[in-house]
């Protein structure tokens, strides 16, 4: 290719900015995945259900890497105030996704009318991360999958 390591990193500014410009690649494609999986799904519950089931799914493959998303905020925190606006915002596209498939199935009678929407779209989002980050640690994938389908217990799924 001929490009130099140097050359490679000035192009975009310097390390960092190859990090944040990865790092923004890889959020944003994550999570128009994820949305499709929500928006494709024939049902609301269904469309949840199936966005941690491929989180459990896929995991073992992703072991040794695990979610980038994941690592990095595990990583950063909110130390660094572009990887946490890089973060935020993309979590919160997801977390707005998952509240609206959770709207969809109170309204449809699949989740009980009582439920905290917004809080449960959080929860459902953590836990997502809980399933990557457990994956990586050695959970077996009937363990990825059974916290998957208790997550949605949690929140009310009928």
């Given at each position: 290719?001929?490009l130099s390591?140097?050359s490679?990193?000035n192009a975009?500014?310097?390390?960092?900015?190859?990090?944040l410009?990865a790092?923004?690649?890889?959020?944003?494609?994550?999570t128009?995945?994820?949305i499709?999986?929500?928006?494709?799904?024939?049902?609301p519950?269904?469309g949840?259900?199936?966005?941690?089931?491929a989180?459990?799914?896929h995991?073992?493959d992703?072991?040794k890497?695990?979610?980038?998303?994941?690592?990095?905020a595990?990583a950063?925190?909110d130390?660094?105030?572009?990887?946490?606006?890089?973060?935020?915002?993309?979590g919160?596209?997801?977390q707005?996704?998952?509240?609206?498939s959770?709207?969809?199935?109170r309204d449809d009678g699949?989740?009980?009318g009582d439920?905290?929407?917004p809080?449960?779209a959080?929860?459902?989002r953590?836990?997502?991360h809980?399933?990557?980050?457990?994956?990586?640690?050695g959970?077996?994938p009937a363990?990825?999958?059974g916290m998957a389908?208790l997550?949605l217990?949690?929140v009310?799924?009928?």
């Amino acid at each position: 290719m001929g490009l130099s390591r140097q050359s490679f990193y000035n192009a975009f500014g310097g390390k960092r900015e190859v990090f944040l410009a990865a790092l923004e690649r890889y959020a944003a494609e994550r999570t128009d995945a994820q949305i499709a999986l929500l928006s494709d799904a024939p049902a609301p519950l269904q469309g949840l259900r199936d966005l941690l089931q491929a989180v459990a799914a896929h995991a073992p493959d992703r072991r040794k890497l695990g979610c980038m998303s994941v690592a990095t905020a595990s990583a950063f925190g909110d130390e660094d105030a572009d990887v946490s606006a890089i973060l935020r915002r993309h979590g919160l596209r997801l977390q707005k996704a998952m509240q609206a498939s959770l709207s969809r199935a109170r309204d449809d009678g699949q989740l009980q009318g009582d439920t905290d929407l917004p809080l449960a779209a959080q929860f459902l989002r953590t836990t997502q991360h809980g399933i990557s980050l457990a994956a990586r640690t050695g959970a077996t994938p009937a363990q990825l999958r059974g916290m998957a389908e208790l997550a949605l217990r949690a929140v009310g799924a009928a």
